[in-house]
């Protein structure tokens, strides 16, 4: 089956400019969560989205926001981009309950630039 | 809020040494996970463990969970130049989020 599908795959944007990721999880997969990578840092937990509500949010300004459809596809949008934003966008998507349960597949992940 | 420590956070070996990664929680997980990124790719499940005291194997990998569900550390024995990439474990209280460590490292010298 396919696996978790992110777009755009490399983006580059200016500061102040607003930009949106797409995600289409593991067909079957209800959960979505969304991680931003950094050298250095890590993956820092942005936000979870199940049956279309936000279950988990993560520390990150209010310009960081998603959202869920009912087909379980999910985007994340930010807006007024700082250079700090640049970073590996990463979506990933789960069961949540059974064999498996809660374990993550992720996908390519979005290249964000911000100059 | 709710951490999860990993170290080291880089290392380097010859091929064929042994590796080892440690996680640690201040609080106690109902499971946790590892993944392997490769270099420019992206986290890949490798296990999880939900057991207190639960060690699983996967050919020369041996994951560990500790008896208090704290902590958590993953061995490669004899490692190989396939091994390198970042080693991340992912704590997850309750229901809640997975909570990741901040990887470790390896790199492997031929």
Known sequence: KAGVTQTPRYLIKTRGQQVTLSCSPISGHRSVSWYQQTPG?????????FSETQRNKGNFPG????????????????????????ALYLCASSFLQGAGAN????????????L | ???????PQYQHVQEGEDFTTYCNSSTTLSNIQWYK????????????????????????????????????????TATQTTDVG????????NAGKSTFGDGTTLTVKP
């Not at chain 1, 926001?65 to 596809?73: A, D, I, M, P, V």
């Not at chain 1, 374990?103 to 911000?114: N, P, Y």
């Not at chain 2, 970042?86 to 704590?91: K, L, Q």
Request: proline content about 2%.
């Open chain 2, 86 to 93: 970042t080693y991340f474990c992912a704590g997850q209280h």
């Open chain 2, 1 to 7: 809020g709710q951490q999860v420590m990993q170290i």
């Open chain 1, 41 to 49: 840092q890590g993956l820092q937990f942005l936000f979870e989205y």
């Open chain 2, 37 to 76: 990124q490769r270099p420019g790719g992206h986290p890949v499940f490798l296990i999880q463990l939900v057991k207190s005291g639960e060690v699983k194997k996967q050919k020369r990998l041996t994951f560990q969970f500790g008896e208090a569900k704290k902590n958590s550390s993953l061995h490669i």
């Open chain 1, 63 to 86: 310009r960081f926001s998603g959202r869920q459809f009912s087909n379980s596809r999910s985007e994340m949008n930010v807006s007024t981009l700082e250079l700090g934003d640049s």
């Open chain 1, 103 to 114: 374990v993550l597949t992720f996908g390519a992940g979005s290249r964000l630039t911000v």
